[in-house]
C-alpha cells in the first residue's frame, strides 16, 4: 500500500495523522471511497526529550517511526482509537503489532522491517522501551510501551524503580571532594570511556567511591544509579538488563553495581557473568568494592581506581572545611583515619549539638560512631592496669613495650621515611599473644591500648562467626572499618577459633571454610589499626596468618619467683592479711597462673569476710582448693594454667 496524494500543506499533528490515516485504510479495506483530510506525512518529533533518547539509543529510522507511533498512541486519545481501529483482533491492553506494520507501511516501511522491529531481541525490546507479548505469528502479538518512556516525554517527575530497587547516588564538584593526589583526573578519564570498558572503583567504606564515580560523571552529564548486588542476582537477567537499559536512556545515567565483596572474596562467582552480560548489553557500569578483584576472573576489559586513606593532612583540611572553629583540627586528623564520608557524617551531627566544637565533641561523636558498630560484635573493655602491675618475663615486657614504639613510630617510620612505598600492605600493627590461661595477655592487651590512648573492643567471636555464607566475613569487615578509622584496639580471645589453618577442601563446607580464612588474611593484611589476637594454642593458627603478624609474643606459666610476686601483689594494702600468710610456700607448692592467682586472692577475700576473720594461710589453701575444683582437678596438684 502506497501513501495517497497529498491533500493539504498544512502539516498535521501525529494523532491527527494517525486518526485520518486509519479511516482511510478501513475504507480502502472496505472497498469504499477513502475520507479527504490531511494525509500529509508528519514530520518526525523535534522535542528535545526525544530526539536526545533516540540518539542516546541509536535507534535505526524505522524503530524510531515506530516507536514515536506508540507513544503518540498512549499519549493522545486519538491516536490510540486509531490504532485499535487498525487491529485485526481485539485483545488486551497494548497495541496489534499488525496495526504498527500497517501505518508505517502506510509511510513507506515495508511490512517486512516492521515485523522484525518486534521479533524477540530487537532494539526497541532491549532497550527496555516496549515489551511484545503474545504466542504465534509476530503480526498477532501486542506491544506495551514503558510507562516510564511516556511519562518520562510528557516531562513527568520519575519516581524511583523500586524493583529492583536503582538509587540515584548524590554528587558534587570534583574539585570540593577531598581526594588523593591524581584521583580527580584519573576519574575524568575513566568517566569518559564508560563506553569502552567498565570502571571499577577500590577501597575501603566511606572513601567515597561512589561520590567520586557519580561527581566525575555528572562532568559528562550522566546520572549514577546504585543497583546492589544481591538484588540484581534475584531479578530475572532479561528483564533487567532491558530494565536497566531503559534507566539508562531515561535517566541519561551509568549503573553503580555495589556491594561485591562477597564476589570479589570467591563466594559467589556470579559475577563475571553479569558483567559481561551488562556490558555487551551496552550499559556503562561502575564497580565498587573494598577488596581488590581478581582481573583473571573476567573476560571484559576493566579500568581501576584504588581509593587510598587519606593523607593526615587532607584529613585536617576536610575537619577545618566542615568545622571551621575548630581549634586542634591538625590532631583531629592525625589521630583518627577517617575516610571524608565519615568525616562529613561526624562533623553534621558535632554541628547540630554545638556551635563551638571541641576536640572532646569530636571525640565523643567518632567514640559514639564507632560504639555503635563494634559492640554489636563485641564489648569495650575498661582498663584500670599499669605496667607496674604485671609480672612477666623481661622478654615479654621488651616486645610488648616495642608493640607500643612502633605504634607511635609509624607515622614517621611509614610516611617521613617513605617505607609506605616499599611495603604497600601490612601498615598495621598485629600481635599474637600466645599461652595458658591466665597468663596475662588480656591484661597486657588491655595495658597497651591505655598506654596509646586507644578504647579497647574485645570481639565475641560467637556473635562474629555465622552458618551463613559470607556473614562471618560482612561482621568481620565491619568490625575492621570500624576499629581503623576510630582510634580502637581490636582484641580477638581465643583467636584459634576463626584464624586456624586451613584444610584440604574434600566437601562445599572445607572450600567455604578456606575461602573465609583467604578472606581473612587479605582483610587483617589491610587493617591500618591495632590487632591483638590471643591463643592457648599457638600451633593451631594457620602459618600464613602468623607470618603477617608484626608481633608474635609468647606469656608463659610464671616460674616459683614470678608467682611469689603475684601473690604478693594480689592482695591489696588496706586487705587484712595474716602476718604469718607465707606466699614464697603458696607460690612453691601450688604451679598457679597469674589469673588463677588473683581469683584465689579475691575469693579467700570473700571466705574471709564471711567468717568475720583476716584473710589467713588456711582460707587461701581453702580458695585455691576450690579453684582447682573448678576447674575439674580432683587434687591441688599440678599446674593450673
Known amino acids: 500500500m502506497r501513501p495517497l496524494a497529498l491533500a493539504s500543506d498544512t502539516p498535521p499533528t501525529l494523532a491527527d495523522w494517525l486518526a485520518v490515516t486509519a479511516s482511510r485504510v478501513l475504507a480502502l479495506r472496505d472497498g469504499r471511497t477513502p475520507p479527504g483530510g490531511a494525509n500529509r506525512r508528519p514530520a518526525p518529533s523535534a522535542d528535545g526529550a526525544w530526539t536526545r533518547l533516540v540518539t542516546d539509543a541509536g535507534l535505526a529510522p524505522e524503530a524510531a517511526r515506530a516507536l514515536e507511533c506508540l507513544v503518540a498512541g498512549e499519549r493522545d486519545i486519538l491516536a ?179 556491594d561485591l565483596d562477597d564476589a570479589v572474596s570467591g563466594r559467589d562467582d556470579a559475577l563475571p557473568g553479569l558483567v559481561r552480560a551488562l556490558y555487551r548489553a551496552g550499559i556503562p557500569l561502575v564497580l565498587t568494592s573494598t577488596m581488590t578483584p581478581a582481573l583473571a576472573s573476567f573476560d571484559t576489559p576493566l579500568a581501576l581506581t584504588e581509593l587510598r586513606a587519606l593523607e593526615p593532612s587532607q584529613r585536617t583540611d576536610r575537619w577545618r572545611r566542615e568545622l571551621p572553629t575548630l581549634a586542634g583540627a591538625d590532631e583531629i586528623g592525625a589521630r583518627y583515619r577517617l575516610a571524608p564520608g565519615r568525616i562529613v ?196 593458627i594457620d602459618p600464613a596468618f602468623r607470618r603477617r603478624l608484626s608481633f608474635r609474643i609468647d606469656f608463659p606459666v610464671p616460674d616459683v619467683e614470678e608467682r611469689a610476686e603475684l601473690w604478693c601483689r594480689a592482695f591489696p594494702d588496706a586487705a587484712p592479711v595474716a602476718h604469718d600468710l607465707d606466699v614464697d610456700a603458696l607460690a612453691a607448692r601450688y604451679e598457679l597462673a597469674g589469673g588463677y592467682i588473683r581469683n584465689a586472692a579475691l575469693r579467700a577475700a570473700y571466705l574471709a569476710a564471711a567468717a568475720g576473720s583476716v584473710i589467713t594461710a588456711p582460707i587461701v589453701e581453702r580458695a585455691v582448693a576450690l579453684e582447682y575444683h573448678d576447674a575439674g582437678k580432683l587434687s591441688t596438684g599440678g599446674r593450673l594454667s
Open 345 to 540: 557524617r561526624i562533623a553534621t551531627r558535632v554541628r547540630a549539638r554545638t556551635a563551638a566544637p571541641t576536640l572532646h565533641d569530636v571525640a565523643a561523636e567518632v567514640s559514639a560512631e564507632v560504639s555503635q558498630q563494634v559492640t554489636v560484635l563485641g564489648d569495650r573493655v575498661q582498663v584500670t592496669q599499669h605496667w607496674g602491675d604485671l609480672v612477666l618475663p623481661p622478654t615479654t615486657l621488651d616486645a610488648a613495650r616495642e608493640m607500643v614504639a612502633r605504634v607511635r613510630g609509624r607515622h614517621q617510620v611509614l610516611a617521613t621515611w617513605g617505607f609506605a612505598d616499599k611495603l604497600q600492605k601490612g601498615l598495621g600493627v598485629s600481635a599474637l599473644f600466645a599461652g595458658a590461661p591466665g597468663t596475662g595477655k588480656t591484661m597486657v592487651a588491655g595495658i597497651i591500648a591505655r598506654e596509646l590512648g586507644l578504647e579497647l573492643y574485645q570481639i565475641d567471636l560467637a556473635r562474629v562467626v555465622s552458618k551463613y555464607v559470607g556473614e562471618t566475613e560482612r561482621n568481620l569487615g565491619a568490625v575492621f572499618d570500624a576499629a581503623e578509622a576510630g582510634n580502637v584496639m581490636l582484641l580477638f580471645d581465643e583467636a584459634d577459633a576463626l584464624f586456624g589453618k586451613r584444610t584440604e577442601a574434600k566437601s562445599s563446607n572445607d572450600r567455604y571454610a578456606n575461602l573465609e580464612i583467604n578472606y581473612l588474611l587479605q582483610r587483617l593484611e589491610r587493617f591500618e589499626g591495632v590487632c591483638v589476637l590471643t591463643t592457648n594454642l599457638a600451633g593451631s
Open 80 to 258: 490510540g482509537r486509531a490504532l485499535d481501529r487498525l487491529a485485526r483482533d481485539a485483545g488486551p491492553a497494548g497495541t496489534e503489532v499488525q496495526a504498527i506494520a500497517t501505518v508505517l507501511d502506510y509511510l513507506g516501511i515495508p511490512p517486512d522491517t516492521t515485523l522484525a522491529l518486534f521479533a524477540p531481541g530487537a532494539e526497541l525490546a532491549r532497550w527496555g522501551l516496549v515489551t511484545v507479548s503474545g504466542e504465534g505469528r509476530v503480526a498477532s502479538r501486542r506491544i506495551m510501551v514503558a510507562p516510564r518512556l511516556v511519562a518520562h516525554l510528557r516531562g513527568d517527575a520519575l519516581p524511583p524503580v523500586e524493583e529492583p530497587p536503582l538509587e540515584r547516588v548524590g554528587a558534587s564538584p570534583l574539585a570540593q571532594l577531598t581526594l588523593p593526589a591524581g584521583i580527580a583526573d584519573e576519574a575524568r578519564a575513566h568517566a569518559s570511556a564508560l563506553a569502552r570498558s567498565p570502571w571499577w572503583l577500590i577501597g575501603p567504606r566511606s572513601t567515597g567511591k561512589r561520590t567520586v564515580a557519580a561527581s566525575a560523571l555528572a562532568e559528562t552529564g550522566r546520572a549514577l544509579l546504585q543497583l546492589r548486588m544481591r538484588d540484581a542476582l534475584a531479578a530475572d537477567r532479561p528483564r533487567l538488563l532491558a530494565l536497566l537499559a531503559r534507566e539508562v536512556l531515561l535517566n541519561r545515567a551509568a549503573i553503580a553495581l555495589t
